[in-house]
């Protein structure tokens, strides 16, 4: 769907690698146009393909199968970045677990403890979790995230709301957080709410969602 022009500006970071390794070509912009053509007619085909693939199979009177190609085209996963689709893969997890780990009033003694059990589970299942680990620079001091992912772009924070931390303590250390961090990295806020202190979950997510790189995952 791109043209030249802005398939140059997204994919500049790649092309500076291969565009002079391109034989035959006389200039960068020939290069990249060559390069863009040719992402551009395997676009189509993979479109034709999909296609013909609906037309075929998917019946407007039967359910599409559960983890098919049908069903990965109609929820166009492919649109979303990689980091987004590892955030709607992590928030179910934890929206299960959490409240599981807590039960019949078990409830975390500290974020730190809320941490330690969050690294548990998410090491059981990504094998590029760090966590306490001072991988971000921020006006040259190191900033330590709760989580990183190393594969991606994904820093994990999480947020405790008990009796002594109220919802706006931890609006402030989500809005701290995200001028620390750097616009390339998003941020998954996973704010762990048991006794309901936050009376609007859906504005307190929206509130940071619409203004800073990040996903915030009120739990409860």
Not at 79 to 107: C, D, H, N, T
Not at 125 to 140: C, I, M, N, Y
Not at 152 to 164: C, F, S
Request: hydrophobic share 40%; with cysteine.
């Amino acid at each position: 769907m791109w043209n030249v022009d802005h398939f140059y500006n997204e994919m500049l970071n790649g092309l500076v690698e291969v565009v002079d390794h391109l034989p035959g070509m006389s200039d960068e912009f020939e290069a990249v146009k060559h390069l863009w053509q040719m992402c551009h007619r395997y676009g189509e085909s993979i479109e034709r393909a999909l296609r013909i693939i609906r037309e075929r199979h998917d019946h407007p009177y039967a359910d599409v199968p559960q983890n098919s190609l049908l069903q990965l085209v109609a929820r166009r996963a492919y649109l979303k970045e990689p980091v987004q689709r590892l955030i709607e893969a992590i928030v179910p997890r934890l929206s299960r677990a959490i409240p599981q780990m807590f039960a019949k009033g078990k409830l975390p003694k500290d974020e730190a403890d809320l941490n330690q059990k969050l690294h548990a589970r998410l090491d059981a299942w990504r094998d590029d979790l760090v966590s306490e680990h001072p991988t971000v620079s921020f006006a040259g001091a190191r900033v330590i995230p709760d989580h990183a992912l190393t594969k991606t772009d994904l820093l994990i924070e999480a947020k405790y709301i008990r009796g002594g931390t109220t919802p706006s303590k931890a609006s402030e250390g989500i809005g701290d957080d995200l001028i620390k961090y750097p616009q390339r990295k998003h941020t998954l806020f996973i704010v762990y709410d048991p006794q309901i202190a936050i009376l609007d979950p859906h504005k307190f997510q929206h509130d940071f969602e619409s203004r800073g790189k990040c996903t915030v995952c009120v739990i409860r």
